[in-house]
């Protein structure tokens, strides 16, 4: 009786465990259908913009509003890198242009204006417009003139706005993009920090950092090769005294786009995990995650706690991008050390492979045979520390060598007729067909032209007075002589 | 009676000299044989050439002194007198008072003007404004060869002037160098107005090719544009695009033709 | 005396463009003295209706698909209207193929479409004035190669002194916000 209820409860238990699993999905907002909550309510809002990295405060609203965007095109001239001046296009004289930020379910009323200086026409596509060319057919403007149009949020997110005149790509690619955040109707939960990061890539006559006025280059753009990769449109946007501030045990939110034209973003913080990231800036959040990939004409929105004091640096993981083309921001994180959870650097040793063993005999042998003191036993010492590691990865540690490929050293008839021979064998090498001990060998051994007399020396005695052989020692000067009296072999050491 | 003499004489003194300034080019202009070309414009969705009849094109364009001595002989076109469906608020406002562009501006090629002020020079010329193709086919020449547009050298050269910005001063008109036709400030000085804005039937939205709307412009859609690679051109096409008729820039200009007349 | 220089000045006034003496506002359309022919060949300027509200318009009358619906749309649009009003407003149709629509290809059209000319015009005009009026209506329009026309379909509302009040792009049935602009 008691097993029977043990085993319902059992099933009961593991029953209960997969109806919860089941059910953990997340719910559907279920998009632009649930996303019209009705025509504006109260008095009309400017909207408040904001150039990058800054982000505007959250709308606060509760109900939907007709909001006022009012955005003005201009073309400048400003520096890219260090000496390296370029005319942008810009939504509100930034690259990436203003920060927009309006609720799902507002009615937003669009101005744009384009400059009297600009010298061409210039419109604007929302990604966060329901519409046909999400606003371009309507926004058409020529310079000195503005047009208006007006739609509904109607689906929350946080979408990229670029300009849309022919031709496209070089709009783009003087940098007319920005982001508009459509925040849901709950709001985005509160953080200590938000910030505005948008990626792009720009392509210049001239190379990378070339200094002076450079022009835009249709062809590399064609063929999608940039001269520069960049967040917030210039190199020194977010670094030195433009880094980006925040303090430890703050959360943190960047809202990253990439404009493009043509790159996808590998976005990493460098010391950091995205403790949340929304990929593709869609609805639902993932969790622990260390590079995330931004689409050209995408954005993300990346949250994370900081803990450790430091800089963090942010940068598109295609490397060459980050160090060569200046894809590179930086975080100063300010605060008490966390030993705890970061050390910093604990020791630094010196560090000697296992194979080569320990070199101790042969310092003692050299320092003897200076003094003219070499005894037999260092001789042996040192070339048994040399064996190991350079002789031994043929003929083995006991030097039974391997059969049929690397002839023995140990009791080998070969070497023990004529011991001298083997300084020739070392300095030399040796090919083709020899028979040891009543076996043939055809291999190749090479000249160990990295060793010198003394090693040889050493080597051999070691040799000779190992694993049974005869014994006998060969001294340095044995070695100079076969060195001098053989014509080297090409490659051979002289 | 010798009051009315001496206004007489003014009358006839004015006329003549309205003659004589109207019927004077700016200088003799480029003879441009016709031909059959490529052009970035369709005239009809499967043809992709059009023909250009041969005329003659003002050499330079019409600089803010010519525009002037106009201004003087047609006081209905001061800026100050301007119907604003002629010409919007920006229409010279770069010039020191509504007569004269002052020495500094005179030599520069004649800007804030819409395309109504333009037409109506040209045709007090005797003249008129070019038709697109007209424009284009003269625009496609280099210096050496009539037709350079698939020269990569010849299009970024291009492209590196609408890289930068607007500035207030605009080279002497007729300073650049003459094209293959002798024909100078072709590029890189300013956008310049053509006869046929009105018939630039290209959707807003540039993205839009092959637009599928075919009611929109009565039996066809937008004109979808040929050689997307030749960016200098479809820029030229989206800023006359951008524009309306009485529209003014400080970054368009114009020069005028004579030759056949032109289809509607 | 005083009439020869009353003579000349005239003269000097007519031969500039547009400079009349009774006032038109500054953004009249009746500034273009543009010169017309209509349906019966009589020779008509642009302001022929002046005094009136006008609905006005470009077409062809060899147009195959929108302008036979243009003279439908502007017909429903006067049903709309009370008799007065009806009465009082005025349409003119202008051709921009002035080379096709000779006042007796017009005189056609209005009679095949029973076209009560009492109150519509339909007229020609030389080629530069189409360019020009075109322009000013914001109507685009490009001949093909066959001798037909692209055109965008525009209906203009005009002020009795020829001020643009507002336009319509929508074909076949009336615009009401072209109904209400023009009243009861």
Known sequence: ?494 | MRHAAQVVCLVVAAACAHTAWAAQPAAPRAAIPGGTFATILPPAEKLKEATVRAFQMDRRTVSNADFARFVADRPEWRRDRVAPIFADAGYLRHWPNATTPGENLAAQPATQVSWFAAKAYCEARGARLPTWYEWEFVAAASATVPDARDDPQWRQAILEWYARPASATLPDSGSTAPNFYGVRDVHGVVWEWVLDLGSMMVSADNREQGDPDEKRFCGSGALTMEQKDNYAMLMRIATLSSMQANYTSGTMGFRCVTGPEPRP | MKRILGILLALIGTASLGAEPNALPPDSLYQLQAALTDQDGRAIRLDVHRGHPVLITLFYSSCPAACPLIIDTLRATEKELDPATRANLRVLMISIDPGRDTAEALHRLAETRRVDTSRWTLARADSADVRTLAALLNVQYRQLPGGEFNHSSVITLLSPQGVIQTSSTRLGTPDPALVAKLGP
């Not at chain 1, 109806?19 to 909207?47: I, N, Y």
């Not at chain 1, 194979?355 to 200076?370: F, I, R, S």
Request: net charge negative.
């Open chain 1, 1 to 494: 009786m008691k097993n029977w209820i043990a085993i319902s409860a059992a099933l009961l238990l593991v029953a209960c465990g997969q109806q919860a699993a089941t059910t953990s999905a997340p719910a559907e907002t279920g998009g632009s259908r649930s996303g019209d909550f009705g025509p504006p309510q109260g008095e009309p809002v400017k909207a408040v913009l904001t150039s990058p990295p800054l982000v505007p405060p959250p709308t606060g609203r509760t109900a939907p509003a007709k909001v006022i965007v009012e955005l003005e095109v201009q073309e400048v001239e400003r520096e890219i890198a260090e000496g390296v001046k370029y005319t942008f296009w810009t939504f509100g004289g930034t690259v990436p242009g203003s920060f927009i930020r309006v609720r799902q379910g507002d009615t937003v009323e669009f101005h744009l204006k384009n400059h009297p200086g600009s010298k061409m026409p210039h419109n604007i596509d929302l990604h966060g417009v329901t519409g046909p060319g999400g606003g371009a057919a309507s926004s058409f403007t020529a310079p000195g003139h503005a047009t208006q149009f007006t739609f509904k949020a109607l689906n929350q997110g946080i979408y990229v706005y670029h300009c849309a005149t022919a031709p496209v790509g070089m709009h783009v690619a003087n940098g007319m993009y920005g982001l508009i955040l459509v925040e849901p109707p709950e709001g985005l939960a509160p953080v200590d920090h938000e910030f505005y990061v948008m990626q792009g890539d720009f392509y210049t006559v001239g190379k990378y950092r070339e200094k002076g006025v450079q022009a835009f280059d249709m062809q590399k753009a064609i063929d999608e090769n940039p001269t520069y990769v960049l967040f917030n449109g210039a190199e020194t946007a977010l670094t030195g005294p433009n880094s980006l501030k925040a303090k430890t045990g703050q959360r943190i939110r960047l809202f990253v786009g990439n404009g493009g034209p043509n790159l996808v973003s590998s976005f990493h913080v460098i010391g950091e995990i995205f403790d949340k990231v929304q990929p593709e800036g869609g609805t639902h959040p993932q969790e622990n995650v260390q590079t995330t990939l931004i689409p050209a004409g995408g954005a993300a929105i990346v949250e994370f706690h900081t803990e450790v004091p430091g800089n963090y640096i942010m940068v598109d993981h295609s490397i060459f991008r980050a160090f060569n083309k200046g894809a590179l921001a930086i975080m100063e994180v300010s605060g008490d050390a966390r030993a705890d959870i970061y050390s910093g650097k604990q020791a630094d040793e010196s560090y000697l492979s296992d194979k080569v063993g320990d070199l101790a005999p042969v310092a003692a042998a050299a320092e003897a045979k200076a003094a003219g003191k070499l005894t037999k036993e260092q001789q042996i010492a040192a070339g048994g520390a040399l064996f190991k590691g350079t002789c031994s990865v043929c003929h083995q540690d006991s030097g039974q060598g391997i059969p049929d490929v690397f002839p023995p050293l140990a009791k080998s008839d070969y070497l023990l007729k004529d011991p001298k021979h083997a300084i020739d064998v070392a300095l030399n090498g040796l090919t083709g067909k020899v028979t040891v001990n009543g076996k043939t060998y055809n291999s190749v051994m090479p000249p160990m032209s990295q060793l010198n007399d003394d090693e040889i020396a050493n080597i051999l005695t070691y040799v000779l007075n190992s694993w049974g052989n005869d014994g006998g020692a060969i001294s340095k000067e044995d070695v100079q002589k076969v060195r001098a009296n053989t014509k080297r072999a090409e490659g051979a050491a002289h």
